[in-house]
């Protein structure tokens, strides 16, 4: 009989988070108990769930108090978790109210406390493409050990993505739990809240004019499918999670079906803070615009190989 | 590209070349990743548009004469290597037109450049579509095993901006080329090309002036900077290209061998005496001498 897995899931009202939990809830054969952990009160979307196999916790992770009663609390003690996934750190550039880095540290405290609890065997982070840096001189196809985005000039929230990647990079030959972080493409879905997303969902899509990178998005269906093999597979290490398709940026845009146009970046820059302002994008191009200039295909030989991950989702908009 | 913009290049193929014509550049290998682009960004049509513009150059101003067509490789993996000049990359271009006119299946030449061109607005982008990468030893790799037919100029930027006294005078050439070679068990084709040493004569460089603007020097020549932009026009010399036999590497050489510096070093140094003596018999077959020999 194969081994069922107990899992926690970190960020569970995001997106990928929410489909994530309704996912491994929904595969018996495989999954035991899923506890999930919001930053809000149980929100309907898990109400019908059943308490055998699905529990729910508001935790607000930055907040070691509310952490430390998260890992003593009787629900914690009695699921007995095995793996947790990591979901929760900042999303995006956008919405939150914590400084990025109160949120490092609130994930270098839960890593510490997922390696004291002896019942965790496996630690799965979400990181992104982010982290990698893109210069004129980077490489088309980026690996997992690619250099990362040390820029001192970076602004706060790419840095502290790095940080956070760096920090379960570090950790990774601890010698009990195991660890894997994922970097996924920017994410294209409903409701995701990935910069490439925000981005084609602004009421008007604003290049830099003379560039049009070559990207390679994933749905956020295939995310789930990579974060499930993480926890069903044998596995440590950086993985680098892509989608099927590869086009250039402008083949995105006409893709989403909206209005767009290329601007100096100057330009760009002050419209997109207009835009911002008026509630016109989500998209913040003050955070590390370098996606918008420069290639980035990632290299997914290894989540292939290691993780028997295909993507099957092409893009699609409407 | 747009499918509209795509289908008016097409049109224009015909009108210009007939079907034949288009039918021929269209048996063109590519590995397209299903949106008519590959994984670096080349697109078929935006090298159509490059082709047609480059060929009146590669026709009517540089009235290029090439030969030894038979040393490509028809299919499969390869390295052309040779001499670089000329201040701007029309060598580089006029290459690339010549496999285009030359050989059957015409076979897009992937240009490995130096990355500072790809910081440049619009310039990077015509450069990815029109089938070049930046120099990294990543992308050389993955070209070479996607069987693609790699341009390299070992010279590096040194060789374009070299000053008109050392025309035709290889600078040291890189190493890089070789150990990748050695690895991907490719064939190195060397080349020659004549004439663009002389295309834009340059008298000094200033490469401080250079890095203030981004690029690796600030040359100065007869007409640059002195009629701005309109300085950079090279002068209609004649192109001579000539490719050599094709050094087979993997069949005297291990792939470990790869790592071996003094190996490495040997091959490229055996390249550039090559592509050396491919000059100098270039130079001797050219009738008249000097600026008049290089424009007849």
Same mark, same amino acid.
């Given at each position: 009989?194969?081994?069922?897995?107990?899992?926690?899931?970190?960020?569970?009202?995001?997106?990928?988070?929410?489909?994530?939990?309704?996912?491994?809830? #929904?595969?018996?054969?495989?999954?035991?108990?899923?506890?999930?952990?919001?930053?809000?009160?149980?929100?309907?979307?898990?109400?019908?769930?059943?308490?055998?196999?699905?529990?729910?916790?508001?935790?607000?992770?930055?907040?070691?108090?509310?952490?430390?009663?998260?890992?003593?609390?009787?629900?914690?003690? #009695?699921?007995?978790?095995?793996?947790?996934?990591?979901?929760?750190?900042?999303?995006?550039?956008?919405?939150?109210?914590?400084?990025?880095?109160?949120?490092?540290?609130?994930?270098?405290?839960?890593?510490?406390?997922?390696?004291?609890?002896?019942?965790?065997?496996?630690?799965?982070?979400?990181?992104?493409?982010?982290?990698?840096?893109?210069?004129?001189?980077?490489?088309?196809?980026?690996?997992?050990?690619?250099?990362?985005?040390?820029?001192?000039?970076?602004?706060?929230?790419?840095?502290?993505?790095?940080?956070?990647?760096?920090?379960?990079?570090?950790?990774?030959?601890?010698?009990?739990?195991?660890?894997?972080?994922?970097?996924?493409?920017?994410?294209?879905?409903?409701?995701?809240?990935?910069?490439?997303?925000?981005?084609?969902?602004?009421?008007?899509?604003?290049?830099?004019?003379?560039?049009?990178?070559?990207?390679?998005?994933?749905?956020?269906?295939?995310?789930?499918?990579?974060?499930?093999?993480?926890?069903?597979?044998?596995?440590?290490?950086?993985?680098?999670?892509?989608?099927?398709?590869?086009?250039?940026?402008?083949?995105?845009? #006409?893709?989403?079906?909206?209005?767009?146009?290329?601007?100096?970046?100057?330009?760009?820059?002050?419209?997109?803070?207009?835009? #911002?302002?008026?509630?016109?994008?989500?998209?913040?191009?003050?955070?590390?615009?370098?996606?918008?200039?420069?290639?980035?295909?990632?290299?997914?030989?290894?989540?292939?190989?290691?993780?028997?991950?295909?993507?099957?989702?092409?893009?699609?908009?409407? | 590209?747009?499918?509209?913009?795509?289908?008016?290049?097409?049109?224009?193929?015909?009108?210009?070349?007939?079907?034949?014509?288009?039918?021929?550049?269209?048996?063109?290998?590519?590995?397209?990743?299903?949106?008519?682009?590959?994984?670096?960004?080349?697109?078929?049509?935006?090298?159509?548009?490059?082709?047609?513009?480059?060929?009146?150059?590669?026709?009517?101003?540089?009235?290029?004469?090439?030969?030894?067509?038979?040393?490509?490789?028809?299919?499969?993996?390869?390295?052309?290597?040779?001499?670089?000049?000329?201040?701007?990359?029309?060598?580089?271009?006029?290459?690339?037109?010549?496999?285009?006119?030359?050989?059957?299946?015409?076979?897009?030449?992937?240009?490995?450049?130096?990355?500072?061109?790809?910081?440049?607005?619009?310039?990077?982008?015509?450069?990815?579509?029109?089938?070049?990468?930046?120099?990294?030893?990543?992308?050389?790799?993955?070209?070479?095993?996607?069987?693609?037919?790699?341009?390299?100029?070992?010279?590096?930027?040194?060789?374009?901006?070299?000053?008109?006294?050392?025309?035709?005078?290889?600078?040291?050439?890189?190493?890089?080329?070789?150990?990748?070679?050695?690895?991907?068990?490719?064939?190195?084709?060397?080349?020659?090309?004549?004439?663009?040493?002389?295309?834009?004569?340059?008298?000094?460089?200033?490469?401080?002036?250079?890095?203030?603007?981004?690029?690796?020097?600030?040359?100065?020549?007869?007409?640059?900077?002195?009629?701005?932009?309109?300085?950079?026009?090279?002068?209609?010399?004649?192109?001579?290209?000539?490719?050599?036999?094709?050094?087979?590497?993997?069949?005297?050489?291990?792939?470990?061998?790869?790592?071996?510096?003094?190996?490495?070093?040997?091959?490229?140094?055996?390249?550039?005496?090559?592509?050396?003596?491919?000059?100098?018999?270039?130079?001797?077959?050219?009738?008249?001498?000097?600026?008049?020999?290089?424009?007849?």
């Amino acid at each position: 009989m194969s081994r069922k897995f107990r899992v926690l899931i970190t960020g569970a009202n995001t997106a990928t988070g929410r489909g994530l939990a309704h996912e491994l809830y #929904r595969d018996q054969a495989q999954i035991e108990y899923v506890l999930a952990v919001g930053t809000d009160e149980q929100p309907y979307y898990f109400r019908d769930y059943h308490q055998d196999r699905f529990g729910y916790r508001p935790v607000n992770l930055n907040k070691p108090r509310q952490q430390k009663e998260l890992f003593m609390s009787e629900p914690f003690k #009695r699921a007995r978790i095995d793996t947790v996934v990591h979901l929760a750190f900042l999303p995006t550039a956008n919405g939150t109210s914590e400084p990025f880095d109160v949120a490092v540290e609130g994930t270098r405290q839960f890593l510490g406390q997922c390696l004291e609890t002896p019942s965790i065997e496996k630690f799965i982070f979400n990181s992104g493409s982010l982290v990698y840096k893109l210069r004129p001189w980077t490489s088309c196809c980026i690996e997992e050990d690619s250099e990362l985005n040390f820029d001192p000039g970076v602004d706060a929230w790419t840095r502290a993505r790095v940080d956070a990647d760096m920090l379960c990079r570090a950790k990774m030959d601890n010698g009990r739990m195991r660890i894997v972080v994922l970097r996924p493409s920017p994410i294209i879905g409903r409701n995701i809240s990935s910069h490439l997303n925000n981005f084609l969902e602004s009421y008007l899509v604003t290049t830099i004019a003379g560039f049009d990178p070559m990207m390679r998005p994933v749905h956020s269906s295939d995310v789930r499918k990579a974060i499930k093999l993480s926890i069903l597979r044998d596995v440590q290490g950086v993985f680098n999670v892509a989608g099927p398709d590869i086009a250039p940026l402008s083949e995105f845009c #006409r893709l989403s079906g909206r209005p767009f146009v290329s601007l100096p970046f100057g330009v760009l820059r002050r419209i997109n803070r207009w835009q #911002r302002a008026l509630g016109l994008t989500l998209c913040n191009l003050d955070v590390e615009p370098t996606w918008l200039k420069y290639s980035c295909i990632l290299d997914t030989r290894k989540a292939e190989k290691k993780l028997g991950f295909e993507p099957e989702h092409h893009i699609k908009f409407g | 590209m747009n499918s509209k913009a795509r289908a008016r290049i097409r049109k224009l193929i015909r009108a210009l070349d007939g079907p034949r014509g288009l039918e021929r550049l269209e048996s063109m290998g590519m590995d397209d990743e299903g949106f008519g682009y590959d994984r670096f960004g080349f697109e078929r049509e935006s090298l159509y548009a490059g082709y047609l513009f480059a060929r009146q150059l590669y026709r009517r101003w540089f009235r290029v004469d090439s030969r030894g067509h038979e040393n490509v490789p028809r299919s499969g993996r390869a390295i052309l290597a040779g001499n670089h000049s000329g201040l701007l990359p029309f060598d580089g271009a006029m290459l690339a037109v010549d496999l285009l006119e030359k050989l059957e299946p015409p076979r897009p030449l992937r240009s490995i450049v130096d990355h500072f061109a790809f910081a440049l607005p619009f310039v990077g982008q015509m450069m990815y579509r029109t089938g070049q990468v930046p120099g990294t030893p990543r992308n050389f790799r993955d070209l070479l095993e996607r069987e693609q037919l790699v341009l390299v100029f070992p010279e590096g930027t040194k060789g374009i901006v070299k000053p008109f006294s050392e025309r035709y005078q290889l600078r040291p050439f890189n190493v890089g080329f070789v150990e990748i070679a050695l690895e991907a068990e490719a064939p190195i084709v060397p080349f020659a090309v004549i004439g663009a040493e002389e295309q834009a004569p340059v008298l000094f460089s200033i490469p401080l002036l250079g890095k203030r603007f981004g690029m690796p020097t600030f040359p100065i020549t007869p007409t640059f900077p002195w009629l701005g932009v309109a300085g950079l026009v090279p002068y209609p010399v004649k192109y001579r290209i000539a490719y050599g036999e094709p050094l087979l590497l993997h069949r005297e050489y291990p792939k470990e061998s790869a790592r071996d510096p003094d190996v490495v070093r040997a091959i490229s140094e055996k390249v550039r005496s090559r592509v050396q003596g491919m000059i100098d018999l270039g130079l001797e077959l050219r009738k008249s001498k000097g600026l008049v020999g290089a424009l007849a």
